[in-house]
């Protein structure tokens, strides 16, 4: 069955430190893998897909297919960063259509 | 910028009316769907449409129905409200090859029942 899971629900380092949100995904075909952030009382918000390769605020994220993987690093954290963050998975639900189905979420809180 | 505006932010309603959450979104989106957002749970997905008239269960669609007579509208709607529908609900769009692009959220709409 096609999972992804965020074994930390809460996650609190201080500022400047480095930050790592895991994610694990479980899934038969090719992943596509997304990280989608929520600031108190906004949105919710694409930060990061891995097809892109990008860096955006400083996170970035590498799909391991061997450890089907795709944790959310950044060197530096910042008290802004501070969020519920959630690692979603794009499935295939029948022909050219495809849902995420996400994980559970883990709240960073970074500490001044 | 493309837009998801869901109708209310906040709502209360009692148990047992019929409650009606909307969606609409500006971007010539196929896909729309309906989550809801419930501490510790995460994101669970209810309905989802890939097109006019057309509607898939989610994971979790047990009392609830939807309605898209309009590409641009999504419909969530509550039969007969219960307590345990308490929830924050998310609508969601996006172009067909979501695979790619993800998808845009609205900002919410915080149904209680009480």
């Known amino acids: 069955a096609q999972r992804v899971t965020q074994p930390e629900k809460l996650l609190s380092v201080f500022k400047g430190a480095p930050v790592e949100l895991k994610c694990n995904y479980s899934?038969?075909?090719?992943?596509?893998l997304f990280w989608y952030v929520q600031y108190s009382r906004q949105r919710l918000q694409l930060l990061l897909r891995h097809i892109s390769r990008e860096s955006i605020k400083g996170f970035t994220a590498d799909l391991n297919k061997g450890e089907t993987s795709f944790h959310l690093k950044k060197p530096f954290a910042q008290e802004e960063d501070s969020a519920m963050y959630y690692c979603?998975?794009?499935?295939?639900?029948?022909?050219?259509?495809?849902?995420?189905?996400f994980g559970k979420g883990t709240l960073l809180t970074v500490n001044p | 910028d493309v837009k998801v505006t869901q109708s209310s932010r906040y709502l209360v309603k009692r148990t047992g009316e019929k409650v009606f959450l909307e969606c609409v979104q500006d971007m010539d989106h196929e896909n729309m769907f309906w989550y809801r957002q419930d501490p510790g749970l995460g994101l669970r997905l209810i309905y989802f449409s890939y097109d006019v008239k057309m509607k898939e269960k989610g994971d979790i669609p047990e009392g609830y129905s939807v309605s898209r007579e309009k590409k641009e509208r999504f419909s969530l709607i509550l039969e007969s409200a219960s307590t345990n529908q308490t929830s924050m609900y998310l609508c969601a769009s996006s172009f067909r090859r979501v695979r790619v692009l993800g998808y845009t959220f609205g900002s919410g709409t915080r149904l209680t029942v009480v």
């Open positions: 979603a998975l794009s499935i295939n639900s029948g022909g050219s259509n495809y849902k995420l189905t």
């Open positions: 899934y038969s075909g090719s992943p596509e």
